[in-house]
Structures are given as C-alpha cells and as structure tokens.
C-alpha cells in the first residue's frame, strides 16, 4: 500500500476526482492514486494507558499526558485472556493519529465500564464512536481496603460530535481495510460490541468457501 510522503510532492498537486475514495489523492504529475493513511495490516501504530501513573504513551516510551484525543474509526468490546493478563474486559479502539497513521489503544477493567456510560447515550442519539472526537482522561482512584491504601487510574469519556467529511472519510478508510492488531488476536474473545474489527482466524479460506456453495448448490 503507498502513502503520500509529506514533502515529496507539493499539495496543489493533488486533487479530488469522481471514482477516487474519500481517503486517496490523485498525483496528476503521474497518474497514480495514493491512500494518505498508513497501515501495516494487522500492526497498526501502538497508544497506550498506563493506569499506574495515569498517563498515555506511544509504546510505552513517549509520554503523552493525562488526556488524550481522538476519533475512532474501529472497535470491539470483548472478554479474554490476552497479554498473559487473564481474562477481563477489554475496548480496544482504532483510530487515526496526527501523523496519519493507524493506531491502536486498548483499555480494561473499569475504564470499559466508562466506555459503555458514553455508547448508551450516543445510541440513543442515533450516533456511534465513529461519529464523534473522544477525549479520554486518566482521573485519579484510591484502594482505602488495602494497607498502605493503593493508587490507580481509570479513564473518563468525553465528546464532541465530528465533522460529517471526516466521518466519511475516515469510515471509507475503515471499510476497505482488515483491521485489527495481530497480538491481541484470539479465536476465542468474546465479542460485546464491534465496528468494522475483523478477525482473519474467524474467516473461512476462499477456497472453502467456494467448497461450501458447491456442496450447498448441489
């Protein structure tokens, strides 16, 4: 898949033209059509949520603060034992960062929790997670039932509703693209809720498939 580099060629070089998608650009100077977002399927760029220290991170090295901004393109809400962390609660969330890359964060326990408290309004309004830019910010919890009592973080939602070509474009994007993180991968989660997720261990091979049509035409 090619991307755009930034400085390669100039902007004005690029237009919009019926027949290509919300997300690509057209270089007139050589005819070839280019997506802007980069992902390398089944490892997308990795954020993180340190509930230890209350901080987000890209890979567990460069800090980021105690809030974070973005807006999903993909999700699912699922049970299982991944990470070598057992079994819990999980959202992992997709979306594209500031440098257009696809990236991947992932909460647990009752930060999921937090998560469904801003879905179930968003239902309601006729919306989703794609539908709106989410600010996730780390606030402070305390354990008093353990000596000395323990400190931990868990992440409140907030939103704003995000602009209809974006939605478009990042939503085009999302469908034309198998989407997911390689590492977090079982045949054996347990799906609350998903959003343009795909899962390639569930997805029958193309030739039984076609098996399975000829013995169902049969």
Not at 88 to 100: C, G, R, S, V
Not at 178 to 192: C, F, N, W
Request: hydrophobic residues 40%; negative net charge.
């Amino acid at each position: 898949m090619k991307t755009k580099e930034s400085n390669s060629i100039e902007t004005q070089s690029f237009i919009s033209l019926s027949g290509i998608k919300a997300y690509q650009e057209l270089d007139i100077a050589t005819g070839e059509v280019l997506n802007k977002f980069k992902y390398l399927i089944g490892r997308p760029k990795q954020y993180r949520f340190d509930a230890k220290e209350g901080k987000f991170n890209i890979n567990g090295i460069q800090k980021l603060g105690n809030s974070f901004t973005f807006q999903p393109i993909a999700w699912r809400i699922f049970e299982d034992d991944i990470l070598q962390l057992g079994k819990k609660k999980w959202a992992e969330l997709f979306f594209i960062d500031e440098n257009n890359c696809l990236s991947a964060l992932l909460f647990h326990g009752f930060t999921v929790d937090n998560l469904y408290k801003l879905i179930e309004p968003l239902f309601y309004d006729d919306l989703t997670l794609a539908d709106v830019i989410i600010t996730a910010t780390a606030e402070k919890k305390e354990n008093t039932k353990i000596s000395p009592k323990g400190v931990y973080y868990i992440a409140e939602f907030t939103y704003q509703v995000a602009e209809k070509e974006k939605i478009e474009e990042l939503q085009s994007f999302a469908m034309d693209f198998p989407i997911y993180r390689q590492e977090t991968l079982t045949d054996t989660a347990e799906i609350k809720v998903s959003h343009n997720f795909f899962n390639p261990l569930l997805t029958m091979p193309e030739e039984k498939a076609g098996e399975k049509v000829n013995r169902e035409e049969a």
